[in-house]
């Protein structure tokens, strides 16, 4: 079978090495640090440092491999800098076959609370979205110029175990009330890690699929759900007017786009069955 390689395997990554192995297919965890590369091994996973901060200079091999792409821009700026340096290690390090790479609907800006599919023309409105748009346009500029086969994913706000935000439910932070939240989209864990491996084997060359459960709600409700599965408090309703003096600014960048994600490509193309096909199911399987 084809060698997998996966830069920036940590939550996902590991998961999706795991579920290659299990499948008899090689694969090898790239990480940015020798520490996260012993934490990789330990979990039976091989694994190779690469810091795409840095020039590149002893690095894994790339030549026929599949690759997935799923480390984290820099935290600033509009240009994705470690997409760039990797494409420029594939002249020396050899190109790899065919590419999955993770993106974020963020990249569909604010839609008003408007249904969203595939076709809808891109608006990133923050950096951390336009981060991803330009990690898109690098990487579909390497497909046409190399032959190499490419799959995005625009990936919604990812929930699983360890991935909730019960800590914030603690402090009792506040959010916006239900009557003026913006919708939002999610994804298991567990199913994103069976959409990356079929984008791999069944995704269009040049395809980009919508990633989520397909069961928008609003900011609000995904709060006041996980709580109550967790059994914290509910936290406090402020108006919208108050947000911007008492919510972080990472939260009111999220507050002030909404959007309603169709997912039916994925379902259609990828033929994926989703374990969990709302939040309610996708709780359940966070115990």
Not at 71 to 80: D, Q, T, V, Y
Not at 208 to 217: I, L, Q
Not at 222 to 228: I, T
Not at 230 to 252: F, K, N, V, W, Y
Request: charged share 25%.
């Amino acid at each position: 079978m084809t060698h997998k390689v996966i830069i920036g395997c940590g939550y996902l990554g590991t998961r999706v090495a795991l579920a290659c192995l299990q499948q008899g297919a090689p694969v090898t965890g790239v990480v940015r640090t020798t520490a996260s590369a012993e934490g990789l091994r330990a979990a039976g996973v091989a694994a190779a440092v690469l810091d795409l901060d840095q020039p590149l200079i002893d690095t894994p091999a790339f030549q026929d491999t599949e690759l997935f792409y799923f480390a984290p821009p820099l935290g600033e700026g509009a240009e994705e800098t470690r997409v760039r340096q990797l494409i420029s290690g594939f002249e020396q390090l050899g190109q790899p076959r065919r590419i999955v790479y993770l993106s974020t609907t963020g990249v569909y800006g604010d839609c008003a609370g408007a249904w969203v599919d595939e076709t809808r023309p891109v608006n990133p409105r923050v950096d951390r979205a336009r981060r991803r748009w330009d990690g898109e346009q690098r990487f579909a500029a390497w497909s046409r110029a190399s032959g190499g086969a490419l799959v995005i994913l625009r990936v919604a706000g990812i929930y699983g175990p360890g991935k909730l935000p019960l800590a914030r439910l603690r402090r009792g932070e506040p959010t916006v009330r239900e009557s003026e939240a913006p919708y939002t989209n999610r994804i298991h864990i567990d199913d994103l890690v069976q959409v990356c491996l079929a984008a791999l084997a069944r995704g269009g060359d040049g395809e980009v699929y919508n990633v989520s459960d397909g069961a928008p709600g609003n900011m609000t409700d995904y709060f006041n759900q996980v709580a109550d599965w967790a059994g914290l408090p509910r936290p406090p309703q402020i108006p919208l007017a108050e947000a911007t003096d008492r919510l972080s600014a990472g939260m009111l960048s999220y507050l002030r786009e909404s959007r309603r994600l169709d997912s039916g490509k994925l379902r259609r193309e990828l033929g994926v069955e989703l374990r969990y096909p709302d939040l309610a199911s996708g709780l359940e399987g966070c115990r």
